[in-house]
């Protein structure tokens, strides 16, 4: 079969454009724009029944339409040229999509954000470099996702990234998906905290640090990166150039005279600060702030989107974050703060005074045999060049650990005990850390991240029945009592949860529908993502099916 790639736009398509809704199985909707309508004849043409092909059509400029074949996983169906599918291959083209169902499915756990209706499928179309026509995207663009649609574009030179750089494409394509799903009740989910210029781009600057990299444990995979580095890195970069300017509120409500790019300047300065407080308060609460920003439509204008912002964060953290608003530089209104200020305060940034100190420079342990609770100060200090690790502190009952960069804030509050007082603070570059416990103190270096997990052990129990062992618990998370594995196939997403007994993950049985199947799993602890999902493990098509029209 010869297909050509893709035809100019027609007369047949503007007619369909202007003609809602859709008619045909074998159309697609990209961008807000359905595709075919009115015009059966045409799009069978191009997309015959039973082809297995779909017509695309994007309506940047040039307008151009396409053809493309379908790669299904659960919620939706990456679109490849002829070209690309016999490139990349039928297992990759699944990989890639099975991934990209993943990033969906992460943006709705974490954010209760969908792209369009609910139970929309999404389509992501890799549009093809046709030669003699311009790309249909800008070329400084990786993609475009419009805002409330179900289908994203995303440029070729992605496809080869993807296998590359994995991390650029996840990043790309949860970028788009956030613009998709930057809707709720009929307004835009982003103007509800961000004010300026580009209240869009400061939703996915914080999309885009936080999702993969934190949420999901992924860490910085370019880079090799743990989560909490990961997120330390992509606050201070995001805030950089508003830091330079001294942080002037202007540049983030208007535009900064000077400033080279006013309107990435305001929306990275606010994703930064965003991703900068989420890995203070952790995910729990990130999750708990969308939910209440979902629900509560705040005031028009900056002064009421700074007030949604201070309350809904400190509502779902329980304490009064207004105090390190102010800090940062946002203006939240009095009469907010005085509200919130009946909260329970929260102050990560002030510094206690110490009864005794240590200095360790690097790696190293250190036992400190204190024989009753004294208040701690923990100073890492950066060698040349920059220390990155992981700060231990092991009391006996229990251990905190987090990681640690020259520069940056660190808060082991989510995970000591109730009633430990502990402070952190930032102070010239270097980290502080204070603890009214005894404690040890370990300095490692950074093992390489993300640590490889291996794929679920499967039994065949009959055509359509598979039964799922999870891996060894990793030795990090040995002992926590709140974990659970999660189970995720490509065919359904998220299929269920399994105990975690006496550090032993109960089997899990899923049913497959007889297409080739992923099955992944992920270690989750207290109802959240606590290690990297697994790699998939196969289950082969369970009957003989058509190619998909690669030939
Ligand atoms: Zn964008």
């Known amino acids: 079969m010869s297909v050509r790639s893709a035809v100019p736009g027609s007369t047949f398509l503007a007619a369909a454009l202007a003609a809602a809704p859709l008619t045909i199985a074998a159309a697609a909707v990209i961008g807000s724009h359905v595709v075919a309508g009115d015009a059966p004849a045409a799009a069978e043409t191009l997309a015959p029944a039973g082809s297995g092909l ?17 790669v299904p996983s659960a919620g939706v169906r990456l679109l490849f040229s002829e070209a690309d599918l016999a490139r990349i291959g039928l297992d990759q083209a699944r990989e890639l999509a099975d991934r990209c169902s993943l990033t969906l499915a992460r943006l709705r756990e974490l954010t209760g954000l969908v ?8 389509d992501l179309a890799i549009v093809p470099e046709v030669a003699g026509l311009a790309n249909t995207l800008p070329r400084d663009h990786d993609g475009l996702g419009r805002v409330g649609s179900a289908g994203i574009e995303l440029r070729p030179h ?8 994995p991390a650029r494409w996840d990043a790309a394509v949860a970028h788009e998906l956030a613009h998709n799903a930057d809707v709720v009740a009929g307004t835009r989910f982003s103007s509800r905290w961000f004010v300026g210029p580009e209240p869009a781009h400061a939703w996915t600057a914080f999309v885009e640090g936080y999702l993969l990299p934190v949420f999901a444990r992924e860490g910085d995979r370019t880079e090799g990166l743990p989560p909490e580095s990961a997120l330390a890195g992509a606050a201070r970069r995001r805030q950089a ?27 990275d300065a606010q994703g930064g600060l965003l991703l900068e407080l989420a890995g203070l308060v952790g995910a729990d609460v990130v999750r708990r702030a969308c939910a209440l920003a979902r629900a509560e ?11 949604a912002l201070a309350n809904h964060w400190s509502l779902a953290l329980g304490a009064d974050l207004s105090p390190w608003l102010i800090a940062h530089g946002w203006p939240v209104p009095a009469a907010t703060a005085a509200e919130l200020a009946q909260l329970p305060a929260w102050s990560p940034s002030v510094i206690a005074s110490d009864d005794q100190a240590i200095a360790c420079f690097g790696p190293g342990a250190w036992q400190l045999d204190l024989d009753e609770p004294t208040r701690l100060r923990i100073e890492v200090r950066s060698p040349p ?5 992981w700060l231990t502190l092991d009391a006996g009952t229990w251990t905190a650990r987090r990681w640690c960069l020259p520069g940056a804030d660190t808060a082991l509050t989510a995970l000591l005990p109730a009633g430990l007082p502990l402070v952190t603070a930032r102070e010239d570059g270097n980290l502080g850390t204070w603890l009214g416990a005894p404690c040890a103190v370990h300095i490692a270096p950074a093992p390489l991240w993300p640590p490889a997990t291996p794929a679920p052990g499967l039994w065949q129990l009959r055509r359509d029945v598979v039964i799922a062992s999870a891996p060894a618990v990793p030795s990090e998370l040995a002992g926590r009592s709140d974990l659970t594995t999660r189970w995720w196939s490509s065919e359904r997403g998220w299929v269920g949860t399994s105990l975690v007994v006496g550090g032993v993950a109960a089997p899990f049985a899923l049913v497959t529908g007889g297409e080739a199947t992923r099955i992944r799993v992920q270690w ?17 098509d369970s009957e003989p099916v058509a190619p998909v029209g690669v030939n």
Request: glycine share 12%; net charge negative; aromatic share 6%.
């Open 158 to 165: 992605l496809l080869d990234l993807a296998l590359s750089d």
């Open 524 to 540: 989750y602890a207290d109802g959240l993502p606590a290690w990297p999902i697994s790699a998939a493990s196969i289950v082969p």
């Open 385 to 389: 060049g920059g220390f990155a690790g």
């Open 241 to 267: 150039g508003w830091a330079a300017l001294g942080r002037p509120w202007s540049a983030i409500a208007g535009s900064e005279p000077g400033a080279a790019e006013p309107e990435s300047l305001s929306a």
């Open 115 to 122: 792209p369009g209706a609910v139970q929309s499928t999404v």
């Open 297 to 307: 439509h705040s005031a028009d204008g900056d002064a009421g989107k700074v007030a």
């Open 54 to 70: 779909v017509v695309v059509a994007s309506l940047s400029d040039p307008l151009v339409i396409w053809r493309l074949h379908p």
